[in-house]
């Protein structure tokens, strides 16, 4: 068993983390959100700026951090359980607004022949789209509980260590 680490390098550890883990969720979130507006999808647009959000917060708890502010770790805790709630919001919004409609339009004459002649009727083919986007949105929301769950959970575990290294500075 490892000794418990000096609270300094428990600070510099989860400011590494946490700036990390913000960058990344405030670059591809941007990203994604301009590829959607650029789409007209104005919804996942939004959505995408709301992620940015969170990201953002998570940086603004390593600026707090990196300046002796022990508060900063409610920052980075606030930030895991908003980006949870904003994927579990827009997971659930999609879980409920199924449009099988849209699966019949995108299937081309070419996949239509492919799975015909592998003795898939298009019902069945229906079927198989609609049980991939429920297990899909549902893995989605199930991935990001744990994953944001036990972010946060790690940040909340580290503030004593956080908070006795910004007194002592």
């Not at 995108?106 to 609609?130: C, D, H, N, S, W």
């Amino acid at each position: 068993m490892q000794p418990p680490l000096l609270s300094d390098e428990a600070l510099m550890r989860v400011y590494r983390l946490a700036r990390r883990d913000g960058m990344s969720v405030l670059i591809i979130a941007s990203i994604f959100s301009l590829f959607a507006a650029m789409m007209g999808d104005m919804g996942g647009a939004m959505i995408g700026l709301t992620v940015a959000g969170a990201g953002a917060l998570e940086l603004q708890g390593c600026h707090l951090l990196r300046e002796g502010e022990p508060r900063g770790v409610r920052w980075l805790i606030t930030s895991q359980l908003a980006l949870m709630s904003v994927i579990l919001i827009y997971c659930l919004l999609r879980l409920l607004n199924f449009q099988p409609e849209l699966v019949e339009q995108a299937i081309t004459p070419q996949m239509r022949e492919v799975f015909t002649e592998a003795g898939y009727t298009t019902e069945m083919i229906k079927k198989l789209i609609e049980k991939i986007y429920y297990l899909t949105y549902s893995l989605v929301g199930i991935i990001t509980i744990i994953y944001q769950g036990m972010m946060a959970r790690h940040y909340y575990l580290r503030r004593e260590a956080i908070t006795q290294a910004c007194t002592e500075e």
